[in-house]
């Protein structure tokens, strides 16, 4: 259910206010800037730079957060937290794979309910 991966209330607000294209836009600068985010996270995890992986994966959620994915955000704190516990130990792999399934399916179904809304 859309409620559960976005922050309706600021994308109606945001929408009603702007428009959609913004939004979109936003989206759009999103899914071309994490992958860089997840590619740095997982060079310095190679090199045993936790801190700065972790960085990156705050970098994540900084960015999901402002055009609304609320899930992406969570995940992606989650996995922040945890590879900052576990460190060498954490299968880091994994949790991007499923972390990148989750951005592509939360980014479409963001944009489909954006324009579903009124506004311009």
Known sequence: MITDIVNIKYINEFVSIAGKAPVCEGIDMFISSVGDYLGECLD??????FEEAGKELHKVKGAASSIGLTRVA????????????ERDNYPLDSKIS???????????????????????
């Open 74 to 85: 969570a995940l992606a704190k989650e996995i922040e937290l945890d590879l900052l516990k």
């Open 44 to 49: 310095y995890f190679q090199k045993r730079g």
């Open 98 to 120: 499923e972390l990148k399934e989750v951005i592509m399916m939360d980014t479409k179904d963001l944009r489909n309910f954006v324009m579903t809304l009124s506004g311009m």
